[in-house]
């Protein structure tokens, strides 16, 4: 039996950075994955993910300021960028299904710059767009991407410098809870802590299992398209935004960015449930034709042959809200579930969790943010037998 202060239950994107906050604040951590790091089978894998203060509630964007605060400090502790600003445009046509106005009222509520800009605005600025007068948007110039993969590898990598032991392929199969610590089978080995961090992604149901708790949560099947745009110039990174159509189906894209030098685009939450450990890893041509359609009305530059489609997993609480909190019957466990929106945040979440392990009851952030109460696990939503289902973006 090998004793830690901390265990982390999962290294994507989110248990990757609360082992790097644990560890830097001098916790004795291990982390435990069970597959290899950087695997393709969770949530976490790929080359961006969207980064934007332009949410629809001020906590949001405040939580935005600290993430932006949390990537600060990873690159300054590793020396590597993994944000890059690009510039954020939330575009929609005048009777579209997300109304553009709580994004801009929450920015203007946090002192966050933003623009408001008409269809000859943004056909001016981004030629790529070919759009009726109908259609405005919000542009933001600090929003852009973080480079996923390299993201998480930069967490793992700095955790380690700071005396984390992380443990790949090595899938947690008991958890026992006793006497204010827990105790964790994991690929052969018993461990013990004083501390849980349950990071499990689409895996979350079966670790708070352990703990009698079931959350209603639905794990969807998404995917990325890569196209190799006939106008890959007008994508250019550095030309192009990152940009979210707000209505429904909401869809949204990158510049070019990283090695695979296409463009990156796709429907948000368009996918249907499955079960992580079944999932199969093809195609979905549903979405493949919804975007193709889209585009061919709204970006038709951005079209070409398909390089690369990618599925990867959504877990979804009925409201789309994160939930990052400790157990009610366990205050020494604690857990994050992100929502389908949470990589811009996997630094800050990983520094909640940190709060909540070292410093109970560790809501300092959470309160900073506004979030202490939105986040929680025992929130009445989650408590309902038929949830109703709202996926903001
Ligand atoms: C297509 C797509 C696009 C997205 N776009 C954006 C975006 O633009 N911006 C944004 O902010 N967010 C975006 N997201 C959401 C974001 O990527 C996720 O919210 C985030 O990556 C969740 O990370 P996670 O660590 O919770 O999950 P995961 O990365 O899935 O990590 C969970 C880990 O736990 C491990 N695990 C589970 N059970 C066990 C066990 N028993 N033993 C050991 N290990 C275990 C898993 O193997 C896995 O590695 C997107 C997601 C997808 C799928």
């Excluded at 609360?18 to 790091?37: D, I, M, N, S, T």
């Excluded at 499955?274 to 709204?298: C, K, M, N, Q, S």
């Excluded at 909640?352 to 929680?376: N, Q």
Aim: proline share 7%.
């Amino acid at each position: 039996m090998t004793e830690y202060d901390v265990i982390v239950l999962g290294l994507g994107g989110i248990g990757s950075g609360a082992a790097y906050w644990l560890a830097k604040r001098g916790a004795k951590v291990l982390g435990l994955e069970q597959f290899e790091l950087g695997h393709a089978r969770g949530e976490s894998h790929d080359h961006s993910r969207i980064i934007r203060y332009s949410y629809f509630s001020p906590a949001y964007v405040r939580l935005a300021k600290e993430a932006y605060a949390a990537w600060d400090a990873l690159e300054s502790d590793t020396g590597e960028q993994v944000v890059f600003k690009t510039g954020g445009l939330d575009i929609r046509p005048r009777d579209g299904a997300i109304p553009l106005e709580p994004y801009a009222e929450s920015m203007r509520a946090c002192g966050v710059p933003f623009e408001r800009l008409d269809a000859g605005e943004i056909r001016r600025r981004w030629r790529a767009w070919r759009i009726d007068d109908d259609i405005h948007g919000l542009f933001q110039p600090d929003g852009g991407l973080v480079a996923a993969m390299r993201a998480t590898a930069a967490h793992q990598r700095a955790a380690r410098a700071h005396g984390a032991t992380l443990l790949d392929r090595s899938p947690v199969t008991a958890i026992a809870p006793s006497d204010g610590e827990v105790s964790v089978e994991a690929g052969g080995e018993r461990y013990r802590a004083g501390r849980l961090v349950i990071a499990a992604g689409p895996w979350t149901a079966n670790a708070l299992a352990y703990f009698g708790m079931r959350v209603p949560l639905e794990v969807t099947k998404e995917q990325v398209i890569y196209f190799e745009s006939r106008d890959l110039e007008s994508f250019a990174f550095g030309r192009f935004p990152i940009w979210i159509w707000m209505d429904d189906p909401a869809y949204y894209g990158f510049p070019v960015f990283g090695e695979i030098g296409a463009v990156k685009i796709t429907q948000d939450a368009g996918g249907k449930p499955v079960d992580a450990d079944t999932r199969g890893f093809e195609e979905d041509p549903e979405i493949t034709a919804r975007v193709t359609a889209f585009l061919e009305r709204y970006l038709p530059g951005a079209l070409g042959p398909v390089r690369l489609s990618k599925t990867c997993l959504y877990t979804l609480p009925p409201d789309r809200d994160f939930i990052i909190d400790t157990l009610p019957a366990h205050p020494n466990v604690s857990v994050a579930v992100g929502a389908g929106h949470a990589f811009k945040f996997a630094s800050v979440i990983g520094r909640i969790l940190s709060e909540l392990a070292l410093d109970p009851p560790g809501r300092v952030t959470l309160i900073r943010a506004g979030t202490e109460t939105s986040f929680k696990i025992d929130r009445p939503i989650l408590q309902m037998e038929a949830p109703p289902k709202t996926y903001m973006v």
